[in-house]
């Protein structure tokens, strides 16, 4: 039962790094990972900084709170480039990322290995900022929170104790904000007391006591100089006491232990009775609110005053934002320091770390690939490494290509850690990790399904895979930039949009449209989507029905979206206008024609719904997540349009024969050779 | 000196006050003790006059206007309850069985740990579910340990789920007999070779069943081989056939062809992963007496399977069948969630959930009504505070916490989760002997629940409650920025004929407010003006041409009907404005609402 620990926070990070210098020689040492959570965040960074400036390259990794919002929102066969960038799109939107690894990577030429320095960031959106919030919501998906318990993570940790973080965005949009509240003339505060009436006895009565205390203080200052009534005073034994201390060089009476009801009654009271006392409401670096009444002495000192008054709030507001960004300073400074960043299928993540810390996603894959890449320059997804590169993919022999298969596969050496495996130094990489200033080549790798360890991981694979494709680290000096390397070239910003289907987008070439995206064995003009049709048909069924009222040959095939919908191909696009044409008539006349209908098996029932391919299109950018496929085309709405408008028509044609690019097609042809290849060998 | 000493008593008087806040042992309940806590609950139940129960959800509301506000009818309220029960997820369950004896008040208080674990990899109870980080977080300062909950979190399913996965969870079960007799459509040609073929399979297996039954001599490889070569199999010790099927057409005429051999083949439905029916197994009975026997076999495997897959739901089972009064902070965000997570889907309108509901739970007392009737001022959420407001009456409520076998542990700090479920039995103690009131009055109170969509009437203004007509209301919107709600009455003011008469102006969040006419009339003549560019003179043609809009309640209402939750309502409301073309309203409901200042959006709260 240690999955239930509570973990004491800092004690766990040291004694990682404490218990890995003491027993380096023990090989039962648990891996050493620099955990940081909101208590050691800021100091990490400072370190970080260096650490980031000397890597060759960074591997990332991230833990989300879920991956699809609804089943049917999963990579499908028939998802376009486009729809499955709305899918991913949906994703990056809807779940938060709860751990973030990141893990420098830096070859030490005197050691003749790769020194690694894994971080383990637990991130939560924990509204930092109070004024104005934006709504913060986030989703988690139950399977996905399993998966998370399965490898113990710590949620106590991450809510906990998690670092925040805002989005550039969302600085500049609190930045604006602040400026609102502060930086115009005339719009103060005095305002939202005159919405506040005494109404209930008790406020009167409060409000006549504070009247006469504020009076009585006056008096006395003004009567025997500032120094007079220094004691506090308490009234009624309660927590409320008032004390004489002095404000911006002027006396003021301090307020404690009020309700925000009570000051605002006390504000109310000032306001109206003495004109030459201010009311201040103040808050500290600590957020700890402050209520003063300052005197003044002339017109011209009260204005003053409440100018610094206000420039003070302003001032405390631009350092809780300079607070409030948080985790994002991280990826700042990987974005600033342009350093190669290595992911495994990695698209997903760096669509995550776009909509968290960068802004909200564009709508469209080219406007996101055009963006990401004025922010990181160098991308490299090992996944595309070990499936794309021939000699690579044959190393792999034909095994899968996940992160922990393909460490074990390609690090033996580091998963086991031990020294007699290495019996090939010369094909394996040295790495050693250094957490803290503890260097240690030593450990039990352990289970675990941390970020930061999974970072790790891909940092080995990429490490080791340019090994193999014969990169010389030892004559690679500190001034080349490995993401300008010709061996590496080919595979740099590509990602894989869809693993399952293949789908690869290049990051670096985007401005235009379709271009740069592997052809599809697709035609999409081809589809029509069905949904709402009696939940018992099977494709099969659906196949059989429309078949006899079209020929036997004009559907391809039908796949299943989720139980309540299919995507069915015909042979041609002139068969799709046919199809919806028909079910538009079936359904206006009742007569019995329309009953023996074959097609009458899908439309029974009356709420079949039916669409050309733009519609589902339309159904997977909506930002509603529905769980059954039909509930979200009803609720997105897209029932009324049941006919493909002619003057789309045309359009999506072209969209459609994609045009492929001598790069793409070159990724491509290696690809599929090797894979005849493998399959010959 | 004097200062420091003072300012120290103050402090420690601050301590006194959260330690008056009495802390009860609440029995924690998790998976792992679930089970052996489950006798011990009933007993609970059974011996205690009422319950009270409290939710520790994942979120409440995503924007200040999805909030359940002054402005709402009882559908609006209804549709924005649903709109978050079917959101978020309950972690925690607090249930508090108690007795009233004179003062004294004894509690049964248990605090359940929650989660929704795909237990059966069906995606059930739920897919996913929101979190509002701020709730969380929040949560996370009292000290909530969010890893006991995922890790050892009870899971549940829905009394609609369970039926649904009786069939998907791979066991065959027994063929529903009803549909057996609905013979439908008229047998086609293919239909009767299909059952012909599939009879003389049965047939001949059934005869070697009863021949194997006599010849109990064969040794193994014999009948090992005649298994083989009739295709049948063993289900535990009896034997059985399995035929395939297509389509559920099939599944019906084999049920209705068996029905011949009924007195010893027993048939069972086999589901396929895409929840149809994959294939019919026909069991063989030695006797009749094995019949029955077979049967309630298979009667046990089910209920010890759905046991499991009910998990949590058994005890809001217990509660429903227990019939007794259930006392609630919020009937309406409460029972919503209850029925949305262990009932049922929600349905899509008031009255349908209420007489669902009250199927469920007979009796349920909202506190918040109660409290309103006693002390109106009072506000219920903050259950101390109102505990102390109603400290002017003398009516001392003793807690005796009579939870068998529960060891206290006083610095345990997860033994403290559970505590809003006594405190409001015990407030509940106390407005009862305030008002004095017998146990009839509250037998009936499923009355008051104020949400009976007949319901004509309601408020405005807490504190002069002043009933408003929904014509008479009016959403205004695109507004500048920055504008408190008294300035905006002035800027009306002057702006249009209409406003010279009395009127109010509410925020409901930061993009749109209320003006509420108190004269009948007004509201038509606003909103065609408005819409209506040319008629306009001054200032409010300027601030139509910066973007003001305005509408009337329908617009609210639709927006909340086809679920349009923007973060803004400036946003649903122009959507709703949109999709008015294909709407056909039929709501006939409430035609009032009560104003109160209470509900509208304070921004000392945001």
């Not at chain 1, 669509?351 to 909200?360: I, N, R």
Request: proline letters at 3%; glycine letters at 4%.
């Amino acid at each position: 039962m240690r999955r239930h620990k509570q973990w004491p926070l800092r004690p766990l990070a040291y004694s990682f790094c404490s218990s890995s210098a003491e027993t380096v020689t023990n090989s039962t040492v648990a891996f050493p990972l620099k955990h940081v959570t909101k208590s050691n965040f800021e100091t990490t960074l400072n370190d970080l900084r260096s650490l980031v400036k000397a890597a060759d390259f960074v591997a990332i990794d991230l833990e989300m709170t879920g991956v699809t919002s609804a089943p049917w929102r999963d990579s499908l066969e028939f998802d376009r480039y486009d729809v499955r960038y709305l899918k991913v799109k949906d994703s990056a939107e809807k779940f938060a990322v709860v751990q973030f690894g990141v893990c420098p990577f830096r070859w030490d030429s005197h050691t003749q290995s790769f020194v690694s320095h894994p971080h383990n960031f637990f991130v939560f959106p924990r509204q930092e900022l109070t004024f104005d919030p934006p709504a913060h919501e986030f989703l988690c998906q139950t399977t996905s929170i399993d998966f998370l318990a399965k490898y113990q993570f710590d949620f106590n940790t991450c809510i906990h104790e998690g670092i925040s973080y805002l989005s550039r965005r969302q600085e500049e949009d609190a930045s604006k904000r602040l400026e609102m509240l502060y930086g115009e003339e005339g719009i103060d505060s005095t305002v939202e007391t005159e919405d506040l009436k005494l109404v209930r006895l008790s406020d009167v009565l409060f409000a006549e006591r504070m009247k006469k205390m504020i009076n009585e203080w006056r008096s006395g200052l003004l009567h025997s100089g500032n120094a007079s009534s220094e004691s506090p005073r308490i009234s009624n034994g309660s927590t409320q006491s008032t004390e004489t201390v002095f404000y911006h060089m002027r006396p003021a009476l301090s307020l404690k232990g009020f309700t925000s009801h009570q000051l605002r009654v006390i504000k109310l009271v000032v306001g109206k009775h003495f004109g030459d006392l201010v009311y201040i409401h103040s808050n500290d670096k600590n957020s700890y609110s402050q209520d003063f009444v300052v005197y003044t002495d002339s017109e011209y000192d009260k204005e003053n005053l409440m100018k610094e008054a206000k420039d003070e709030r302003k001032r405390v507001g631009e350092r809780k934002i300079q607070y409030a960004i948080g985790f994002r300073q991280v990826i700042d400074l990987l974005s600033s320091e342009k350093k190669l960043i290595v992911g495994h299928n990695c698209f997903l993540d760096i669509a995550h770390v776009y909509s968290k810390f960068l802004g909200p996603l564009p709508s469209t894959a080219e406007k996101f690939v055009a963006s990401i890449n004025n922010h990181f320059p160098y991308i490299v997804d090992t996944k595309i490494l070990l499936n794309v590169n021939p000699v690579l993919h044959q190393r792999m022999k034909k095994s899968s290509t996940s992160l922990s298969s393909a460490f074990s596969l390609l690090c033996p050496q580091i998963e086991f850690s031990s020294r007699s495996s290495v019996s090939f130094p010369q094909q394996h990489v040295k790495i050693e990790v250094e957490v803290d200033n503890v260097r240690s080549s030593n450990w039990n790798a352990g289970g675990k399904h941390e970020a930061g360890y999974d970072a790790f991981m891909t940092g080995c694979i990429f490490a080791q895979a340019c090994n193999h494709l014969g990169f010389d680290f030892k004559q690679h000096s500190q001034s080349d930039h490995l993401a300008q390397n010709e061996k590496l070239d080919k595979y740099i910003n590509r990602l894989y949009l869809s693993w399952t289907r293949g789908d690869i987008i290049n990051l670096r070439t985007g401005h235009s449209n379709a271009d740069n995206w592997r052809v599809s064995k697709f035609k999409y003009g081809n589809i029509v989507l069905i949904w709402n049709f009696p939940r018992k048909l099977k494709a099969r069924e659906i196949k059989e029905c429309i078949c006899k009222a079209f020929g036997s040959a004009s559907v391809t095939s039908v796949y299943h979206v989720d139980d309540s919908a299919v995507f069915v191909m015909f042979k041609n696009s002139e068969l799709v206008w046919d199809f919806l044409t028909l079910k538009q008539q079936l359904e206006s006349s009742d007569g019995p024609v329309s009953v023996l209908h074959p097609l009458s098996k899908i439309l029974e029932g009356g709420n079949t719904g039916a669409a050309d391919y733009e519609a589902y299109k339309e159904i997977c950018s909506s930002h509603i997540s529905k769980i059954v496929f039909s509930d979200q085309a009803e609720t997105v709405g897209v029932k009324s349009r049941t006919r493909p408008d002619p003057q789309g028509e045309t359009e999506r044609k072209e969209e459609n024969t994609v045009v492929v690019t001598p790069t793409a097609s070159d990724l491509i042809d290696t690809f599929l050779a090797n894979r005849v290849e493998a399959k010959a060998g | 000196m004097q200062r420091r000493f003072l300012s120290s008593l103050s402090s420690s008087a601050g301590n006194t006050k959260t330690l008056n806040q009495a802390k009860w042992s609440v029995k924690q309940v998790k998976k792992s003790n679930f089970h052996l806590t489950l006798d011990e609950i009933r007993t609970s139940i059974d011996s205690s006059e009422f319950i009270a129960l409290s939710l520790q959800n994942t979120g409440s509301y995503a924007a200040a206007w999805h909030r359940v506000s002054a402005i709402d009818t009882p559908q609006t309220s209804y549709l924005k309850a649903k709109y978050a029960a079917e959101r978020y997820q309950i972690l925690q369950f607090s249930l508090c069985p108690f007795s009233l004896h004179d003062s004294k008040l004894i509690a049964h208080p248990y605090n359940f740990h929650l989660f929704p674990r795909d237990e059966l990899k069906l995606g059930m109870p739920s897919y996913s579910f929101s979190c509002q980080a701020s709730r969380l977080t929040s949560m996370a300062r009292e000290g909530f340990d969010f890893n006991t909950c995922i890790y050892e979190g009870i899971s549940y399913l829905s009394r609609a789920q369970e039926s649904a996965s009786k069939f998907l969870s791979g066991n065959p079960i027994l063929a529903d007999p009803i549909t057996v007799s609905s013979s439908s459509s008229p047998a086609t040609v293919a239909d009767t070779m299909f059952v012909g073929r599939i009879r003389s399979r049965v047939k001949n297996w059934r005869q070697s069943c009863i021949e194997s039954r006599s010849k109990t001599g064969d040794d193994d490889l014999v009948s090992c081989l005649r298994r083989l070569v009739l295709g049948s199999e063993q289900y535990g010790s009896r034997l059985c056939l399995t035929i395939d099927v297509c389509s559920e057409r099939q599944v019906q005429l084999i049920l209705e062809m068996m029905t011949e051999f009924s007195d010893d083949v027993v048939p069972l439905l086999v589901a396929s992963k895409s929840k149809g029916t994959q294939s019919v197994r026909a069991v063989f009975m030695s006797s009749k007496k094995d019949k029955d026997l077979f049967k309630r076999e298979l009667q046990d495997i089910e209920n010890e399977e759905n046991r499991r897959v009910r998990g949590f739901r058994e005890v809001v089972d217990l509660i429903s069948s227990s019939q007794k009064p259930v006392v609630s902070q919020n009937y309406l965000s409460d029972f919503t969630l209850i029925h949305a997570k262990f009932l049922g889907p929600l349905p899509s309108n008031v009255d349908d959930f209420n007489s669902s509901l009250s199927s469920a739970f007979p009796n349920v007392v909202d506190l918040s009504q109660l409290m309103k009737e006693i002390s109106p001022l009072s506000n219920i959420s903050n259950l101390p505070t109102a505990m102390s407001s109603l400290n002017r009456f003398f009516a001392p409520v003793d807690v005796e916490v009579a939870n068998q076998g529960c060891p206290v542990k006083s610095n345990e700090v997860h033994q403290s989760h559970g505590q809003n479920a006594v405190m409001l039995s015990q407030l509940f103690a106390k407005l009862r002997t305030i008002q004095k009131s017998d146990l009839s009055t509250l037998q009936s109170n499923e009355d008051c629940q104020g949400l009976a969509s007949d319901d004509e009437n309601v408020k405005v203004w807490s504190k002069n409650n002043r009933r408003v007509s929904l014509e008479n209301l009016v959403f205004i919107w695109g507004l500048m920025k920055k504008m408190t709600a008294s300035k905006l009455k002035n800027v009306l003011q002057t702006s249009h004929p209409v406003f010279a008469q009395e009127f109010d102006v509410k925020y409901l969040d930061k993009s749109c407010a209320i003006v509420v006419f108190w004269e009948s009339g007004l509201s038509e003549t606003f909103i065609s003006d408005v819409n209506n560019e040319e008629k306009l003179d001054g200032s409010l043609r300027e601030m139509v041409a910066e973007g003001l809009r305005a509408s009337g309640y329908e617009t609210y209402k639709r927006a909340c009907r086809l679920g349009f939750w923007e973060a803004e309502l400036a946003d649903s409301l122009d959507k709703s404005l949109e999709s008015s073309d294909m709407d056909l309203d039929l709501d006939t409901e409430a035609s009032e609402i009560d104003w109160s200042s209470e509900f509208a959006i304070n921004f000392d709260e945001l």
